[in-house]
């Protein structure tokens, strides 16, 4: 029997590096975690879940920069003609070639961060009106932080309707393309065709330092 071509064989790369796949898991838990919080009203957690969701998205946001070439936005961020034709062969049945996400999983990657970078700008400045209030509800008086209190209810819905998205995408790759975006997730590696060149990770020192700025500047944030 003859071998299999050099460009159907996969192989298994490591493509995601432990900081990328800890960071999105941690937020995953705390967004469920902050809205558990706040029907129990539990708003001291809340905070502290919020605060935590803060340091992870400047990491995130660093680390789209300056972290493993997979975790980088100019590796993952393609056009949104490339996002919708992308989309366009949902139904067609192949191996993934992605080595980053895929175009149109770069954008949700985008408008998720987004999403909670507003969720907790918001979060900072909103009040109950009885006697929760954010750090930052001091600098920018009542008036105000009841709009952006406001928009912070609004924009719990949108990231809903945004992990919701999400979820069934992943779902539909993997009845449709039969391509599992879970396991690379936890495990690093994806199965990819031979031909692929593996990603440069950056090395777990950086990810150390980057994370602790951002623990730090969320901490300052919390005590202003």
């Known amino acids: 029997m003859n071998d299999p071509e050099p460009s159907t064989t996969l192989v298994p790369v490591k493509v995601w590096d432990a900081p990328t796949r800890l960071v999105h898991w941690a937020l995953a838990v705390?967004?469920?975690f902050?809205?558990?919080s706040n029907r129990r009203n539990w708003m001291d957690l809340h905070f502290l879940s919020g605060y935590?969701?803060?340091a992870l998205l400047v990491f995130r946001i660093a680390w789209?920069?300056?972290?493993s070439e997979t975790a980088r936005f100019a590796s993952f961020l393609k056009s949104p003609r490339a996002a919708i034709r992308h989309l366009a062969g949902l139904f067609v049945r192949e191996p993934d070639r992605e080595v980053s996400h895929n175009p149109a999983g770069g954008w949700m990657v985008l408008v998720l961060l987004a999403l909670l970078a507003v969720q907790v700008g918001t979060g900072l400045t909103?009040?109950?009106?009885?006697m929760v209030e954010g750090p930052l509800f001091k600098y920018i008086g009542k008036e105000l932080s009841d709009r952006l209190s406001s928009l912070h209810a609004f924009n719990f819905k949108l990231i809903e309707l945004a992990v919701l998205a999400h979820v069934l995408a992943v779902a539909a790759y993997g009845v449709f393309k039969r391509q599992n975006l879970v396991r690379p997730m936890i495990t690093g590696r994806k199965?990819?065709?031979g031909w692929v060149r593996p990603p440069w990770l950056a090395r777990p020192v950086l990810a150390a330092i980057v994370m602790a700025s951002a623990a730090v500047l969320a901490a300052l944030v919390s005590r202003l």
């Open 30 to 32: 705390l967004v469920g």
């Open 34 to 36: 902050s809205w558990l």
């Open 64 to 67: 789209g920069f300056l972290g």
């Open 191 to 193: 199965l990819l065709p």
């Open 52 to 54: 935590a969701i803060l």
């Open 126 to 130: 909103a009040n109950d009106d009885i």
